[in-house]
C-alpha cells in the first residue's frame, strides 16, 4: 500500500536559490502580459527571454534585499518543494539605492533586449518612475503565479503578506499594471488608478495606489 503524503504550503522569504524558481514562474504567469509582449515580441523566444529578465531582477536586487517573497508547494516528501508564485517588493527605505542594482545588471539587460531597444525600455521606465508618490511607500514591482495554480488563492496569500507589513509601517502600497484585466482584483485590496499612461509607443499602464490604514 502506498500513502500519499499531505499537501504542505507555505509562503515566505525568498533567497537566492530561489532565483530560478522565481525566474521559471513569473516567466510562465507574464507570458501573455502586454509588457513582455512589447520587450520580447517574438513569441518562440519570450518565455526564455523573460525567465532571464526576471532572473536579473530577482537576483540582482530582490532578493538579495530580503524583499521577495514565494509561495511553495511540496506535493511528494521525495521530491524538493515547488514555486507556484511569486512576489517582489521594494520597501520605503530602499528607494533610493537602485543605482548600484541597475549598474551591476546593465550588461546583461544590454546582452538580453539589444542597444536599439534600450532608449525606449528607459524612457518607458522613467514614466514609470515619474508616477510613483514621492511619499514613503511600499512598491508590488511584480506580483505572480503559476498558470497551473491560478484560481487557488496563491496571488491573494502573497499580496495579503506584502499589505500587512506596510499597514504595519503606517505607509501606502504603490503597483503598475499593464493588463487592465487586473485593476478589478486589486481594487478589491482598495487599491485605485491614480494615472494611466497611454502613450502609443508603450504598452498602456495603470498606476495604482493603496492609501495607509
Known amino acids: 500500500m502506498t500513502s500519499m503524503a499531505a499537501t504542505v504550503e507555505s509562503v515566505r522569504t525568498a533567497t537566492m536559490n ?7 514562474v513569473l516567466s510562465r ?18 518565455m526564455a527571454q523573460s525567465a532571464r529578465a526576471f532572473a536579473l531582477i530577482a537576483g ?15 506535493e511528494d516528501r ?3 518543494p515547488v514555486v507556484r508564485g511569486a512576489a517582489l517588493w521594494t520597501p520605503p527605505e530602499a528607494s533610493g539605492e537602485r543605482l548600484p542594482v541597475v549598474l551591476r545588471s546593465l550588461p546583461h539587460w544590454l546582452e538580453l533586449v539589444g542597444l536599439a531597444r534600450l532608449p525606449e525600455i528607459v524612457r518607458y521606465l522613467g514614466e514609470l518612475r515619474a508616477s510613483a508618490p514621492e ?5 508590488l ?9 491560478r484560481g487557488t488563492g496563491v496571488g491573494s496569500r502573497l499580496l495579503r503578506a506584502g499589505l500587512a507589513q ?9 503597483l503598475e499594471t499593464m493588463n487592465s ?33
Open 181 to 213: 484585466a487586473n485593476i478589478g482584483y486589486y481594487e478589491k485590496y482598495d487599491f485605485r488608478v491614480i494615472r494611466a499612461i497611454n502613450d502609443p509607443s508603450f504598452p498602456s499602464t495603470y498606476c495604482m495606489l493603496r492609501p495607509a490604514v
Open 166 to 174: 506596510a499597514d504595519a509601517d503606517g505607509v501606502p502600497v504603490y
Open 18 to 24: 530561489d532565483v530560478p524558481g522565481v525566474a521559471r
Open 29 to 46: 504567469a507574464f507570458h501573455n502580459d502586454p509588457f513582455f509582449r512589447w520587450v520580447f515580441p517574438d513569441d518562440h523566444r519570450r
Open 141 to 149: 514591482s511584480v506580483l505572480g503565479t503559476a498558470p497551473v495554480a
Open 78 to 80: 521525495a521530491r524538493p
Open 135 to 139: 511619499e514613503a511607500h511600499w512598491y
Open 60 to 74: 540582482f536586487g530582490s532578493i538579495p534585499d530580503g524583499h521577495t517573497t514565494v509561495y511553495e508547494v511540496k
